[in-house]
């Protein structure tokens, strides 16, 4: 069964980094795009695109946060990484890791990013 875990939350100053990583494990089957979402408070039905990544590298970004995150990811690890730099308080939501195997979507259990003002 695909698992994905999730680490790298907290709470931060604003002005701070932060960096999430997204393990995925138990797939027989090749990783394609994996990305990053977030669950912003009083919005707990929507999941905003932050960023994805695609087997080959390739990248795009929400408007947002454009220059200040950076998405990676280590294909022999079956990893994906995101920088989080310059955060604001309206960075703080729930980050979701997501990745797409076999026109599937498999999702890890969320982490808390909290940025003080």
């Known amino acids: 069964q695909v698992q994905l875990v999730e680490s790298g939350g907290g709470l931060v100053q604003a002005g701070g980094s932060l960096r999430l990583s997204c393990a995925a494990s138990g797939s027989h089957f090749s990783i394609g795009a994996m990305g990053w979402y977030r669950q912003v408070p009083g919005r707990e039905r929507v999941r905003g695109l932050v960023a994805t990544i695609s087997s080959d590298g390739s990248t795009t970004y929400a408007g947002s946060v454009k220059g200040r995150f950076t998405i990676s990811r280590d294909n022999a690890k079956n990893t994906v990484y995101l920088q989080m730099n310059s955060l604001k308080p309206e960075d703080t939501a729930v980050y979701y890791c997501?990745?797409?195997?076999?026109?599937?979507?498999?999702w890890g259990q969320g982490t808390q990013v909290t940025v003080s003002s």
């Open positions: 997501n990745a797409k195997i076999v026109s599937r979507d498999y």
